[in-house]
């Protein structure tokens, strides 16, 4: 099992940049599917990046271009770079971990307890 632990979030203005990182523990970074994901209130959670084990990485239209997945197998630690922040992207922030199927899509079954985005 991997244990996932999320810091980085806080309060910035329309336009401005935070980091996102994301600890792991119990295992490698780098044997799994990564992946970042978001909720807001009131909406369901969405997907925002993922990166897998051969460090390919994939993004939700609302962020290419402005985020950036990262890994630093190192540290064991997964990172979302975020740039030119919108009022939208406010939300809780999660990171979540499985092994990477075949096909198809991680079923994400660790989960970090997340850290507050808020971007006014």
């Known amino acids: 099992d991997v244990q996932l632990v999320e810091s980085g979030g806080g309060s910035v203005q329309v336009g401005g940049s935070l980091r996102l990182s994301c600890v792991a523990s119990?295992?490698?970074?780098?044997?799994?599917?990564m992946g970042w994901f978001r909720q807001a209130p009131g909406k369901e959670r969405e997907g925002v990046a993922a990166i897998d084990s051969d460090g390919a990485t994939s993004y939700a239209d609302s962020v290419k271009g402005r985020f950036t997945i990262s890994q630093d197998n190192a540290k064991n630690t997964l990172y979302l770079q975020m740039n030119s922040l919108k009022p939208e992207d406010t939300a809780m922030y999660y990171c979540a971990a499985d092994s990477c199927p075949d096909s198809g899509d991680p079923e994400w079954s660790y989960w970090g307890q997340g850290t507050q985005v808020t971007v006014s």
């Open positions: 119990g295992d490698t970074v780098g044997r799994y599917c």
